[in-house]
């Protein structure tokens, strides 16, 4: 099986910046697409930024010039860099990763989800 474990989220007041992390382990043959998304209470959970296995990226219209993914292939992370963060950013962030695995000797592929971080802008 797979495990993400996300890190880095927490309050920061509008303007501010925040990294998350998130770091996939277990019996990773390799992996595809890496992304994080976001969710409020009461709406659907929304892509924020998306970072594919060479490297090519999509953003949220939102976040785009503000928000930057990045992923490290050797350590299995993908990082989201948040600037200039507002009010209208708080939410519950997701990592998901697509990814190819041996799951009792089987290879297999699927996409699994972090446990979510909490990220708050407010004064």
């Known amino acids: 099986q797979v495990q993400l474990v996300e890190s880095g989220g927490g309050l920061v007041q509008p303007g501010g910046s925040l990294r998350l992390s998130c770091a996939a382990s277990?019996?990773?043959?390799?992996?595809?697409?890496m992304g994080w998304y976001r969710q409020i209470p009461g709406k659907q959970r929304e892509l924020v930024a998306a970072?594919?296995?060479?490297?090519?990226?999509n953003y949220a219209d939102s976040v785009k010039g503000r928000f930057t993914i990045s992923r490290d292939n050797a350590k299995n992370t993908v990082t989201l860099q948040m600037n200039s963060l507002k009010p209208e950013d708080t939410a519950v962030y997701y990592c998901?990763?697509?990814?190819?695995?041996?799951?009792?000797?089987?290879?297999?592929?699927?996409?699994?989800w972090g446990q979510g971080t909490q990220v708050t802008v407010s004064s």
């Open positions: 998901n990763v697509d990814v190819f695995y041996s799951a009792q000797g089987v290879y297999t592929r699927s996409a699994f």
């Open positions: 277990g019996s990773i043959f390799s992996i595809n697409a």
């Open positions: 970072i594919t296995s060479n490297y090519n990226t």
